[in-house]
């Protein structure tokens, strides 16, 4: 196996970043071996503190069989912890109404998922990993029911951290994708708050100092009318209203956005079009074709679908991720707990 390190400048920042804050995040999807590696992994370079949620016998019996060091990993088995019935109180009164009783948010906790989120919502734990083994929509929903979003975020959204080698676009071949994950349709003003969030995001995450958001269509500043192009117009036009401090500029055709020359040619005198180091699709479809294309096209790594806009950090995978994705995932959210939204 090729030994594990940061794909490129962007991740070594993020590496080198989650070495020094030490954070806490716990991986609940024990029952798989990718989960075991990348705590291993994790351990291995000093990302943080991995905390494996499951029946400690049965999780330490998989990873000696699978051939895993987990010795010094802490192994957490949510049906024995000695909080639960604090975390079924606080449960139930953060899903009143919802929730019928109080022993309803018992047998919920008896979800790995729901334990560890709760367990972030309470500051035992920083954030999570999920979705080697989950759904998209079951690792979303218990954080969006509990930690939901970040102060001054109307809505959380998706994101793929997209790692292209040998690519000069973007950040040296580094790109958030956002929504690829989430929203499948969302409205001009969703699609200004994923922009902004992005934004947010590409700086406080992954230490890059100039955010660079093109808002993605078939049309370039007028060159073909539609409403699927009117939405992303005004929702580039609302944006730049609530953020005008952001580069954030559209609506461009995807060499636009990428390319300089074409960006000079279809956009001149936009601070964005040629520069662009994050892509909004105007949907999930186009957001979710284009990170599919892009990796196996072109062999990048992408890492997501991410959550952003949440004020604790819970960060999805997708199902066919390597141990070597949930370890770098694992050092994202550890940088994400030191630099909420």
């Given at each position: 196996?090729?030994?594990?390190?940061?794909?490129?400048?962007?991740?070594?920042?993020v590496w080198e970043k989650a070495r020094q804050g030490k954070k806490t995040v716990y991986l609940p999807e024990t029952e798989d071996e990718r989960t075991l590696r990348a705590a291993e992994l994790v351990k291995e370079a000093g990302l943080g503190k991995i905390v494996l949620v499951g029946k400690e016998d049965e999780v330490r019996k998989k990873a000696k069989e699978a051939g895993v060091n987990i010795d010094g990993i802490?192994?957490?088995?949510?049906?024995?912890?000695?909080?639960?019935?604090?975390?079924?109180?606080?449960?139930?009164?953060?899903?009143?109404?919802?929730?019928?009783?109080?022993?309803?948010?018992?047998?919920?906790?008896?979800?790995?998922?729901?334990?560890?989120?709760?367990?972030?919502?309470?500051?035992?734990?920083?954030?999570?990993?999920?979705?080697?083994?989950?759904?998209?929509?079951?690792?979303?929903?218990?954080?969006?029911?509990?930690?939901?979003?970040?102060?001054?975020?109307?809505?959380?959204?998706?994101?793929?951290?997209?790692?292209?080698?040998?690519?000069?676009?973007?950040?040296?071949?580094?790109?958030?994708?956002?929504?690829?994950?989430?929203?499948?349709?969302?409205?001009?003003?969703?699609?200004?708050?994923?922009?902004?969030?992005?934004?947010?995001?590409?700086?406080?995450?992954?230490?890059?100092?100039?955010?660079?958001?093109?808002?993605?269509?078939?049309?370039?500043?007028?060159?073909?009318?539609?409403?699927?192009?009117?939405?992303?117009?005004?929702?580039?036009?609302?944006?730049?209203?609530?953020?005008?401090?952001?580069?954030?500029?559209?609506?461009?055709?995807?060499?636009?956005?990428?390319?300089?020359?074409?960006?000079?040619?279809?956009?001149?005198?936009?601070?964005?079009?040629?520069?662009?180091?994050?892509?909004?699709?105007?949907?999930?479809?186009?957001?979710?074709?284009?990170?599919?294309?892009?990796?196996?096209?072109?062999?990048?790594?992408?890492?997501?679908?991410?959550?952003?806009?949440?004020?604790?950090?819970?960060?999805?995978?997708?199902?066919?991720?390597?141990?070597?994705?949930?370890?770098?995932?694992?050092?994202?959210?550890?940088?994400?707990?030191?630099?909420?939204?």
């Amino acid at each position: 196996m090729a030994k594990f390190a940061p794909k490129n400048a962007i991740m070594e920042y993020v590496w080198e970043k989650a070495r020094q804050g030490k954070k806490t995040v716990y991986l609940p999807e024990t029952e798989d071996e990718r989960t075991l590696r990348a705590a291993e992994l994790v351990k291995e370079a000093g990302l943080g503190k991995i905390v494996l949620v499951g029946k400690e016998d049965e999780v330490r019996k998989k990873a000696k069989e699978a051939g895993v060091n987990i010795d010094g990993i802490p192994v957490l088995d949510h049906e024995k912890f000695d909080r639960i019935d604090e975390y079924a109180k606080k449960l139930f009164e953060i899903r009143k109404g919802k929730i019928a009783s109080i022993d309803d948010a018992r047998q919920l906790l008896k979800s790995k998922l729901y334990f560890s989120i709760m367990a972030i919502k309470l500051d035992d734990a920083d954030g999570m990993v999920a979705g080697a083994v989950n759904t998209s929509a079951d690792v979303e929903r218990p954080a969006y029911q509990i930690i939901k979003t970040a102060p001054g975020i109307s809505i959380a959204s998706a994101y793929f951290a997209m790692i292209i080698p040998n690519c000069p676009y973007g950040e040296n071949g580094f790109l958030l994708y956002a929504d690829s994950g989430g929203h499948p349709n969302p409205t001009a003003e969703e699609l200004a708050e994923i922009a902004i969030t992005t934004c947010i995001t590409i700086k406080n995450i992954f230490g890059v100092p100039e955010a660079r958001a093109a808002m993605l269509s078939y049309s370039t500043k007028g060159s073909a009318t539609h409403p699927i192009v009117d939405k992303v117009i005004e929702a580039t036009k609302i944006a730049n209203q609530k953020r005008p401090d952001l580069l954030i500029d559209g609506e461009l055709q995807g060499d636009a956005a990428l390319i300089p020359e074409v960006g000079r040619k279809k956009a001149p005198g936009s601070p964005v079009a040629g520069r662009a180091n994050i892509l909004i699709f105007p949907d999930l479809n186009a957001g979710n074709i284009a990170y599919k294309l892009t990796e196996r096209l072109a062999g990048a790594e992408a890492y997501g679908p991410l959550l952003q806009g949440l004020a604790k950090p819970v960060n999805d995978l997708s199902r066919g991720c390597k141990a070597e994705d949930i370890a770098n995932v694992s050092a994202i959210v550890a940088v994400q707990a030191m630099n909420p939204y």
